[in-house]
């Protein structure tokens, strides 16, 4: 059965063993048997950079150059904590690299594709923060700077933003339904799947449906796209 699948905010990293297992388990039985594996960002914690040369970052990017070279497309919109992927790891991986919103044609309907964070309008500090850090020369500044300086840095990142969400309420989290309708009229489309605000859900509204992909801290997550409709699943984590 042809099949395209979805997945967002799986915050792979060596201190969660059991998703980056299930992640592994997803990729290797799943994953070669679709016609294509969309990454809506957030893949991992945080990527400091495509210089990370570690055990774990080296047997990720296996496991998806194992699956493009089996002949498995595989596309990667960025997310907000793994902004830093780039083309070094595009080339190692055979990830292909989308824009931060995309128009994919999915077995005769078109949905547009992000990974979220833009759509929460109301989050004017996170906003202020992305326009920061998607700066380009900041990032070739970062990119520049020895890979034990950036883990510093990014480790101090990650601290302010837990600290930041515990003071936020959750509604300035989540989406602003205008921004959505806004976006799919845009790409004149009325599907839309994305991530980012870990809230799993279909949603139907007069404007079009909306497809949430769920976060892999507790299971895993998948939407599944076919010919017939879209499901969104869970995924049992193996241990």
């Known amino acids: ?13 060596p201190k969660r063993p059991d998703i980056t297992d299930c992640f ?3 990729m290797r039985t799943e994953a070669i048997e679709c016609d294509a594996l969309y ?9 400091v950079g495509d210089d990370d040369n570690s055990e774990f970052a080296l047997r990720i990017q296996t496991e998806f ?24 790891f595009a080339k190692n991986t055979g990830v292909i690299l989308l ?7 999915l077995y005769g309907q078109k ?7 833009t759509l929460c309008t109301k989050d004017v500090r996170y906003l202020e923060f992305r326009k920061k850090v998607h700066q ?22 990650q601290q302010d933003i837990r600290s930041d969400k515990q003071q936020k309420a959750m509604e300035i989290m989540d ?13 004149n489309v009325n599907l839309m799947i994305h991530g980012h605000t870990h809230r799993p859900f279909i949603h139907k509204e007069h404007y079009g449906t909306r497809i949430v992909l769920g976060d892999w801290y507790d299971q895993g997550s998948v939407c599944v796209v076919t010919k017939e409709g879209y499901t969104l699943e869970q995924r049992t984590f193996l241990n």
């Open 175 to 187: 989406v602003t339904p205008e921004e959505v309708e806004q976006r799919l009229s845009y790409h």
């Open 24 to 26: 592994v388990h997803f």
């Open 99 to 105: 824009n931060e919103e995309y128009v994919v044609d």
């Open 39 to 47: 990454v809506l960002g957030d893949l991992f914690d945080f990527w």
């Open 111 to 117: 949905a547009l594709l992000l990974h979220g964070d």
């Open 136 to 157: 380009p020369w900041l990032q070739w500044l970062f990119n520049r700077l020895p890979l034990f300086i950036k883990r510093k840095l990014v480790a101090k990142i």
């Open 1 to 13: 059965m042809h099949k395209t699948l979805f997945i967002s905010d799986l915050h792979l990293t």
């Open 65 to 88: 150059r194992t699956l493009t070279q089996r002949g498995i497309p595989c596309y990667f919109i960025h997310g907000n904590r793994d902004f830093l992927v780039g083309k070094r």
